[in-house]
């Protein structure tokens, strides 16, 4: 057998036999590879077909009016919270826990989110007040256009933690 | 007349068995293995050590059994079973409450994947005391890892499937795991996920791995296991007979003594399912609401010693670190440099030395890691403890260092103590890892309850959330 193997290669002309294999490989390989291409394009999450006011777009909250200071009102098809802050400022906090991604109910009574899964704890502006959440809840970009609330649930910001400038206020007339 | 109708009748079966059906004689008996295709897998005789029940519990063909059985079921389930959020649970409700015999095939399928988890970890375990992952078995003991791999995917792709509250936060959490590996977690989350929540996409992409490419993959490495084991000389035997070279074990033919004996495990085993089946159902709780987590809400048990190491360190030791030096560890084991293993092959625990230092290992692991639990979750608080660190230090490295100093001390001990083999100090670290690794898995099944706060199994608040 391999007596046999030597001497084919010895007849052949060594150099361009053995340029031919490299090229059958090589293109074997490339043909390899673009499959493995194809499959993981065919693969690629694509964005959600979601439907006109629903999570996954921008989703009118309500006017500027409608939301007490210091209250928090769950926007349930935006799958957010709508936090209007003491001095009269909005944020959209994703109800999504930062911990594990449990849904993180709002406790009126003591002002607080209390995740029922590991039990951290946040408050109105989605600080983490309890570990284990390793940091403040997600949010969402506000938009305020003629008193009426904007949020774009298309994607949501991460944050460390609560910061002034993430807070939107409705231009006083 | 009579006499030709016989000809065509015994043509047309010596067509498809050439042999006697029912074999009488010894050589039939090994002529019918090399004449079928599924017996041909076996060899036509076997070493008489190799058919005791204890050396391998039958634990690799009872996996067997349960994987098919679960195909079988699996297929039927098939006809039901619809995989879109809207309709999943209401297949499943379907299938339990219109379909004749279908809570029982669901049942059947539950808790055969339940026990085919436990069983190839028990196989696994009997593979390792018994020595049987040295040379020529190295390299099945990788493809069992595997093996192993895909029956835990499997298990958990399909603990979404129902999409019952259950199902759709123990994924959310596990999934919620992933995001703390540096680097590509998030990217991998959203994979997982396909998407940013879990949802129709996630769904049907759980159930083409579910129900077509784990099952594939599965097969394909059993038969590749299977080959290994014929490859290496059938299963591994006492090697101190083999020595007294004169007197080799004797062999008997595979029909009847190894088939029967097969036969009949697998027979107790299908009626123990099929009881168990009959007595208890497999949960569905109400359908699946991302809008409300239940309280609390645990990942599915057998990836809960991974959940409890979570509760204890910062998530990358937690679920990135730790696991990965454990698959290592797994994965390196036969290729480990070891003293002896002729002599000791196929002996349970190697020695009594190493039955001896593995009953340490294992009463060390008890008396340690509970009082560790309970001291973390406490009185220790390593983040509180030593300010002005990031917690990847402080909860992260520093009670991993305590850990590996731990262990260090005590392989240091346990080897001057018993002047102990290498075969038999790896062998204790196991143990001493494994009893460990059992007690944080059954802290967080039982001992875990609201706010997966530490209770006592028997609380009245677990058995009424
Ligand atoms: C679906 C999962 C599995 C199935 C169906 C399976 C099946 C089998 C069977 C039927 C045998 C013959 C001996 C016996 O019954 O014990 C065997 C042997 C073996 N298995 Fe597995 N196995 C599985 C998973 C694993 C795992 C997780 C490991 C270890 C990581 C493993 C490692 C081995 C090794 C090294 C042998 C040879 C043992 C010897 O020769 O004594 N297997 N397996
Ligand atoms: S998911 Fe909220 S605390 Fe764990």
């Not at chain 2, 009185?379 to 403890?385: C, Q």
């Amino acid at each position: 057998m391999s007596s046999n193997l030597k001497k084919i290669k010895d007849t052949a002309e060594p150099g361009r036999r053995s340029f031919l294999s490299k090229l059958w490989l090589g293109l074997g390989l490339v043909v390899f590879a673009e499959s493995i291409g194809v499959v993981f394009a065919f693969l690629r999450p694509r964005k959600p077909r979601t439907s006109e006011g629903g999570f996954g777009s921008i989703i009118t909250a309500g006017p500027v009016g409608d939301f007490e200071p210091n209250s928090v009102t769950a926007i349930v098809r935006g799958h957010f919270y709508l936090a209007c802050l003491e001095d009269g400022g909005f944020l959209a906090l994703s109800r999504k826990c930062t911990h594990l991604g449990c849904t993180v109910p709002w406790d009126s009574k003591n002002n607080q989110f209390t995740c029922p899964c590991h039990a951290s704890v946040f408050d109105i502006k989605g600080n983490v007040i309890s570990p284990p959440a390793p940091r403040a809840l997600d949010i969402y970009p506000v938009t305020i256009e003629n008193e009426i609330i904007k949020v774009d649930t298309r994607k949501p910001i991460r944050r460390s933690e609560f910061r002034p400038e993430q807070v939107m206020y409705a231009k006083r007339i | 007349m009579t006499y030709n109708l016989n000809g065509f009748f015994s043509r047309i079966r010596h067509s498809i068995i050439r042999g006697p059906v029912y074999p009488q004689t010894e050589q039939e008996c090994k002529r019918i293995i090399t004449d079928s295709l599924i017996l041909h897998f076996r060899p036509r005789t076997v070493p008489e050590p190799a058919l005791k029940f204890s050396l391998t519990w039958g634990l690799g063909g009872m996996a067997l059994v349960l994987v098919m059985l679960l195909a079988l079921t699996g297929i039927l389930l098939k006809f039901v079973y619809v995989p879109l959020p809207g309709k999943a649970y209401e297949s499943i409700l379907v299938l339990q409450n219109e379909v004749w015999f279908g809570q029982l095939i669901r049942n059947i399928h539950h808790w055969c994947a339940n026990l085919l988890v436990i069983v190839v970890f028990l196989h696994m375990l009997r593979v390792f005391f018994t020595g049987a992952f040295h040379s020529p078995r190295r390299f099945n003991w990788i493809i069992g890892l595997f093996l192993l791999f895909f029956v835990l995917i499997s298990n958990f792709t399909g603990y979404l499937l129902p999409w019952d509250q259950l199902a759709f936060w123990a994924i959310t959490i596990c999934t919620g795991m992933v995001e703390y590996i540096p680097g590509v977690g998030t990217w991998l989350q959203k994979m997982l996920r396909s998407g940013p929540e879990i949802g129709p996409a996630a769904l049907l992409m759980f159930y083409t791995f579910h129900t077509a490419i784990l099952p594939v993959c599965l097969l394909i490495c059993m038969a590749f296991h299977f080959w290994r084991v014929r490859k290496a000389g059938g299963v591994i035997i006492p090697a101190s007979l083999d020595d007294q070279s004169d007197t080799k074990p004797g062999y008997v033919p595979t029909i009847p003594n190894l088939v029967l004996r097969e036969l009949t495990v697998a027979l107790v085993l299908v009626a123990f399912i099929l009881v168990f089946s009959i007595l208890f159902d497999a949960p569905l709780e109400s359908p699946a609401n991302p809008g409300m987590s239940p309280n609390p809400a645990k990942a599915p048990w057998y990836f809960m010693g991974i959940q409890e190491l979570l509760m204890h360190f910062h998530p990358v030791f937690a679920v990135l670190i730790i696991p990965v030096l454990v698959t290592g560890t797994l994965i390196l084991l036969p290729y480990l440099t070891y003293q002896s293993n002729r002599r000791t092959g196929g002996v349970w625990f190697f020695s009594r030395k190493g039955r001896r230092m593995g009953i340490v290992a294992a009463i060390t692991a008890l008396v340690i890691t509970p009082p560790a639990i309970i001291t973390d979750e406490y009185f220790m608080n390593f983040t509180a403890s030593i300010p002005g660190l990031p917690t990847l230090i402080s909860n992260g490295f520093f009670p991993a260092a305590i850990i590996l100093a731990g262990i260090t001390g005590f392989h240091r001990l346990i080897k001057r103590k018993y002047n102990a083999s290498t075969n038999e100090t790896i062998q204790t670290l196991f143990i001493l890892l494994l009893v460990s690794f059992i007690i944080l898995t059954v802290t967080g099944i039982w001992f875990r309850g609201p706010g997966m706060a530490l209770t006592w199994p028997w609380n009245p608040e677990l058995s009424s959330s």
